[in-house]
DNA sequence: TTGCTCCTCACGTCACGTGAGGTGGC
DNA sequence: TTGCTCCTCACGTCACGTGAGGTGGC
């Protein structure tokens, strides 16, 4: 009874603000336990599931997504097929965030008054829009 | 004046919708050079600065900042002030990126019947929360 | 009893997407 | 004249953040 945590406790073990908290519980990624008086109180073991969502956020899943994986179970089909066809994006993902890193960086070293002159610059840019047909 | 593209062909060699321009301008990022009855007529150059404002975002800056930053100008102090701040944030968000890549993999080919048995998993896990202080 | 934390509810933000109903170029 | 694209405007969505005003545990 007594390992019982409050929203202030779960708040501070996840780094998430309380009212992430309340958002996430409207949407069925985590539930009290029970309340004293208004006041949720969690059992421990809602950090896990609040790490399985952090990791879902940053895969891209949305909240509604993340609940529902939750509630499908880890090992379910929903589950693999869900994560199989969210791999693929993440990469593409961090594609592009490579790409921006290497701009970012050689934008702050680039000695050329004109960036548009640039060769290194204008190639990065090409590479944004889609390829021409 | 004939060169002039109207927003059917800047959505199409963009790879924006038409909607998606119409808030990037009224968030001041692009502007047409002309109208046409209603309808905007862009300078070819507008390809140019929109694939700055790509970059920009995937970079992580708002709408409103690219902005303020393409008046500025690419070599203005703004700008490297902006962009050097922005670099840490990318490369913190690409080692969660990262992370999550691993993690999703792992899940993908873990024979665990438990995932919350599997070793690797609760160690990504762990790593999601701030450290316990 | 006094603070303090927590509560709910409403509204704002961000970058769009999605109609609804209308204009106008070709 | 007929379509078709484009226009504006309003509203919805997503995951929050931020008060406002109130409850209640310690």
New interface residues.
């Given amino acids: 009874m007594s390992d019982l945590l409050d929203i202030a406790e779960v708040a501070r073990?996840?780094?998430l603000s309380i009212g992430t908290l309340h958002t996430w519980e409207r949407h069925g990624v985590i539930a009290p336990a029970a309340r004293s008086g208004l006041r949720r109180q969690y059992e421990p073991e809602v950090?896990?599931t609040?790490?399985?969502a952090?990791?879902g956020q940053?895969?891209g899943f949305t909240l509604a997504e993340i609940a529902e994986l939750l509630r499908a179970g880890?090992?379910s089909d929903t589950f693999?097929v869900a994560?199989?066809a969210?791999?693929e994006q993440?990469?593409q993902?961090?594609a592009?965030?490579?790409?921006?890193?290497v701009?970012?960086?050689h934008?702050?070293t680039c000695e050329e008054?004109?960036?548009?002159c640039c060769p290194t610059f204008v190639a990065?840019?090409?590479d944004?829009?889609?390829r021409?047909e």
């Fill in positions: 073990r996840s780094g950090l896990t609040i790490a399985l952090v990791v940053r895969s880890l090992r693999r994560l199989a969210r791999l993440l990469r993902r961090r592009e965030l490579d790409a921006a890193i701009g970012l960086e934008a702050l008054p004109d960036p548009l990065q840019l090409a944004v829009l889609p021409r």
